[in-house]
């Protein structure tokens, strides 16, 4: 059973849903990189998601595309990335997801890139612009060796979202608001219409989680009384990281992951 | 390929686009599957096409171009006669039309040089639509008068300030402006590129061109023996191509070569590229060994850009068309030779389609025939010219 599912399986049993990061891999360095997760780990997320930059992120708002411009600046590389996930399975077994676009996969090969970062303690993939017509050979790469998320919106159809369901393992990913990531707004009706939505549809078969515009403790909290079986909260994590000293850094995080964490717990 | 299933051209094209789109796609396609064959939009199409955008075009024939070059007949397919000076003008009255059936209110575009947001401007406002432009910062300072017709045509233009900052980068800014807005916004895409239906709606809505040369060529009673137009994203050409390609005709592709092929400064996808996603669509793409997108270069705007439209990779791979390139020197001896001979002054992006036809014609016999499409008018790249010509006489 890979890490994610367990993880899932774990919380379920302690009346907890999911915390799950996102941060960009080596942003703004490799070295904050590693504080960041020693501060998401003790300050108890559950899962993180590693991004990867690419040069042309259209899914991604401001915040995500300036760290994954900063990231590949600073050299950021597969076989360095790969590294950096050695040194952080290390210190922890939280389950992590690596993010990323398709064409970073398709480049290597989707079986050659997902069994090498399998064997450095890649869990499983997001990619946001993988449509479940165009991911067969995605798919069947990944079956075996790790789980692939495919992402839903509130526009989704009942029929699709059965269809992402069924190819879906870990979880499947919510996305909150029609936008890109890091857009903040108040918590839209038609997101928690769909929540329940899916949920009826799914019959609980996979843990749904919600992200996109995911930023403090009481979006969390809202999220998680609406049914979401986990929340991911990405550029709220970038923000605090651009302008906090690397010596800080570690202790900031720490404490902001605390108060997300907290509001998962199931009342 | 009539109709390609799945929107697949052979393993090119598909839809790798993020969940939020998939519903504004597939209304996309049902309705301009319902409508490509309705009496009523195809005749309301071709009315515009006619009246207002001033079609069909000339086939030009080259006498003076031809008879300096002293070989094969070179013909010019004139659509930088349309309204607005390209051929742009053709996809954007079909898709505004489109958009307007759909009563979608809100029309976004990106542009490169700014014949697309410029086309699109016009179309929208002669429906009486708005649409708001996304332009790479770097092209808004290259093309800083197509800027200025926009705004005048009463469209808002939005400078796009990430990545190259040029006409990938403006894709990306309207892709995420469409997840935005997907609700109440219709994306008018420039080029032959972008997820499935679009590289084979642009190719519709861009096959008069073919058509027209075909009858054309019919009536003076010449046999075509070449056919030339440049390619960036690709929807000239792929306009001109496809109503050809069931013919025995040599079709050619011509892709901006910039400094040359060696450099790492050219925009020749097809010729210097792999196979890679983005936008959308699989593709050939220009990128490094990690499939980061590389910057491109090219002395035209209109063809700086590192993709190129699914159904050409098709195209390229089974053999049936070939694709070259010609670099910014070649471009600017041809933009100057038909400018002299003729009184012809091409786009640059054209004027690649020109250099090719210039080297064909050399070693063809007087009695063959070679059709170049002249997607577009170089009054937006006089500056341009003038700047690389004066740099040239102080090196």
Redesign the interface.
């Known amino acids: 059973m890979s890490r994610i599912k367990e993880k899932f399986i774990e919380l379920k049993a302690s009346n907890q849903r999911a915390l799950i990061s996102y941060i960009m891999a080596g942003f703004p360095n490799e070295k904050s990189t590693l504080s960041v997760i020693r501060g998401l780990v003790k300050g108890g997320v559950d899962i993180i998601e590693l991004g990867f930059p690419f040069s042309d992120p259209l899914a991604d708002g401001p915040t995500i595309q300036n760290a994954s411009t900063i990231s590949l600046e600073k050299g950021t590389k597969i076989s360095r990335f790969f590294n950096l996930v050695k040194q952080i399975r290390k210190e922890t077994d939280t389950p992590l997801i690596l993010m990323t676009y398709s064409n970073i996969l398709y480049h290597k090969g989707f079986s050659k890139f997902i069994q090498d970062a399998k064997k450095v303690g890649i869990d499983g993939f997001i990619l946001p612009d993988m449509s479940v017509e165009e991911s067969k050979e995605y798919i069947h790469s990944a079956k075996n060796f790790a789980d692939t998320i495919f992402l839903v919106s509130p526009n989704t159809s009942n029929k699709r979202i059965n269809k992402i369901s069924n190819v879906s393992t870990g979880f499947l990913y919510l996305v909150a608001v029609f936008g890109t990531t890091g857009v903040k707004s108040e918590i839209k009706s038609y997101t928690i219409d769909a929540i329940k939505n899916i949920k009826k549809i799914n019959k609980n078969k996979i843990p749904l989680c919600v992200g996109f515009g995911v930023s403090t403790p009481d979006d969390v909290k809202r999220y998680v009384k609406a049914g979401a079986d986990g929340v991911i909260v990405g550029s709220a994590f970038l923000k605090i990281i651009e302008k906090t000293p690397q010596d800080q850094l570690q202790t900031k995080i720490e404490k902001f992951t605390k108060s997300l964490k907290k509001e998962t717990l199931r009342k | 390929m009539k109709y390609p299933k ?1 929107g697949k051209f052979g393993e090119f094209g ?7 789109l ?2 504004a796609i597939e209304e996309l396609e049902e309705n301009y599957l319902k409508f490509k064959n309705n009496k009523e939009f195809k005749k309301e199409f071709n009315y515009y096409l006619k009246v207002y955008a001033g079609r069909p075009t000339p086939l030009y024939y080259a006498k003076n171009l031809s008879e300096k070059i002293g070989g094969g007949k070179i013909f010019l397919k004139r659509e930088d006669l349309l309204h607005g000076g390209a051929h742009k003008i053709n996809n954007t009255i079909g898709q505004a039309l489109l958009a307007k059936k759909m009563k979608k209110k809100r029309i976004i575009a990106e542009t490169g040089a700014g014949q697309h947001g410029v086309a699109t401007a016009m179309a929208c406002a002669a429906l009486g639509m708005k649409a708001e432009v996304y332009m790479g910062y770097k092209d808004t300072v290259r093309q800083k008068l197509n800027v200025y017709r926009m705004n005048m045509l009463g469209s808002k233009v939005h400078p796009v300030m ?2 190259s900052k040029t006409l ?2 403006a894709i ?1 800014e309207a ?2 402006d469409w ?5 109440n916004t219709y994306y008018l895409l420039g080029s032959a590129v972008g997820p499935h239906p679009y590289p084979v709606m642009v190719r519709d809505f861009q096959s008069v061109i073919g058509k027209e040369i075909k009858s054309q060529m019919k009536k003076m009673n010449k046999k075509l023996d070449t056919v030339i137009a440049c390619v960036g994203g690709g929807s000239n050409a792929i306009g001109t191509f496809y109503p050809l390609v069931d013919t025995d005709a040599e079709i050619i592709g011509v892709e901006a070569g910039g400094h040359g092929l060696k450099t790492k400064k050219h925009s020749a996808t097809l010729s210097g590229g ?7 669509m ?1 593709t050939y ?1 220009l ?1 490094d060994d ?5 910057e491109t270069h090219s002395i035209s705007a209109g063809l700086d850009y590192p993709g190129v439209g699914p159904e050409h990779a098709f195209f390229k791979d089974i053999n049936r068309i070939k694709y070259h390139s010609a670099t910014d020197k070649e471009v600017i001896d041809a933009f100057l030779m038909l400018t002299q001979t003729e009184g012809i002054i091409p786009a640059l992006e054209s004027a690649h389609a020109i250099s090719e036809a210039i080297k064909i014609a050399r070693k063809s016999k007087t009695s063959e025939s070679i059709v170049v499409t002249l997607s577009g008018r170089g009054d937006k790249d006089v500056e341009e010219v003038q700047n690389y010509l004066s740099r040239n006489v102080k090196n």
Do not use: A, C, F
Request: cysteine-free; charged content about 20%; glycine content about 14%.
């Open positions: 799945n598909g839809k790798y686009i993020p969940e939020t998939v519903p990430s990545g990938k980068d990306n892709i995420r997840i935005t807005n997907v609700e792999s196979k890679g996603i983005l936008h959308g699989m793409l990128q990690e499939g980061q997108i590389t």
